[in-house]
């Protein structure tokens, strides 16, 4: 058999893998440049920590837990989080927070979901904020996961006040989403001994929650114990390796589709209006 093709040949970033396939929307795609943010050492960036919350969500783990989990964007929260102008108030705030990312979940009813992801990246540091049940509205909890055991209020402020405009607009009723009716915790986690793992537990505490959503709530949360360090040490590796199948088989599957194209080619005729509506009805104007 024919030698497989070369992995993430050429200069850096000109090689990528994209997930899911298409025509699945919401594609990622991973450079040569991501690549290396997975050797030894490296902070992971915001293209592997997303596109491996998105595979455990579809693939990894799956299953009806994965179902009824929503993973938003890391750029989710760098929108919510953007400093508040002069003069604005708690109200005006949170309705231009929610304006920023209104978009992002037009197509999925969140309060329909038992958990919510988001990833949070702050000061060159990773950490999770998973909302458990927020369609609930009594004896409701929020979930805030932080290797460093800490949470900033600003933190809270700005996932609370997103809940809030988000169930306005979804239900078209009021409901307030204050630490007074919705629970939070800085949770007793596994956590990293160096400056540049804390990418990896991120991904570790999603994939754990998922194979076993934390669901009993008695406060505070001790998961002191809640899976083997060597799951994340082995981590870089096993990241690594799944983009490199992935890279492996889009790469013989386009070729297949080449050669396919070179022995059967098709014409087809297509009238020149359509299509010009067709790329003017494809874009919000």
Not at 268 to 279: E, G, R, T
């Amino acid at each position: 058999p024919a030698d497989p093709p070369p992995l993430w040949s050429g200069p850096t970033g000109c090689c990528s893998s994209t997930y899911p396939a298409a025509p699945c929307k919401g594609r990622i795609t991973v450079t040569k440049e991501d690549l290396a943010c997975l050797g030894g050492g490296e902070f992971l960036n915001d293209v592997i920590i997303d596109f491996y919350l998105k595979y455990l969500l579809l693939e990894g783990v799956g299953g009806p837990v994965a179902e009824r989990s929503h993973v938003f964007s890391s750029f989710f929260y760098k929108q919510l989080s953007r400093r508040r102008a002069a003069g604005e108030n708690d109200i005006i705030l949170a309705q231009k927070r929610h304006q920023r990312v209104k978009t992002w979940t037009r197509h999925v009813d969140i309060f329909t979901k038992d958990f919510l992801f988001v990833p949070v990246n702050q000061e060159a540091h990773w950490y999770l904020v998973v909302v458990c049940f927020p369609g609930l509205e009594k004896d409701q909890y929020e979930d805030f996961q932080s290797p460093t055991g800490e949470l900033l209020s600003s933190d809270a402020f700005a996932v609370f006040s997103y809940l809030q405009v988000e169930w306005e607009v979804r239900r078209a009723t009021p409901r307030r989403f204050t630490p007074d009716n919705m629970m939070s915790s800085n949770c007793r986690v596994p956590q990293q001994d160096n400056s540049s793992d804390c990418g990896l537990y991120l991904l570790q505490y999603a994939e754990s929650f998922l194979q076993n959503p934390v669901v009993h709530f008695n406060l505070p949360l001790g998961l002191d114990n809640w899976f083997p360090r060597q799951l994340v040490r082995q981590k870089r590796e096993e990241i690594r390796s799944l983009i490199m199948r992935m890279h492996r088989s889009q790469t013989v599957n386009s070729q297949s589709l080449k050669d396919v194209d070179l022995k059967y080619p098709i014409f087809q005729c297509v009238n020149k209006f359509a299509l010009s509506d067709s790329i003017h009805n494809s874009y919000d104007l």
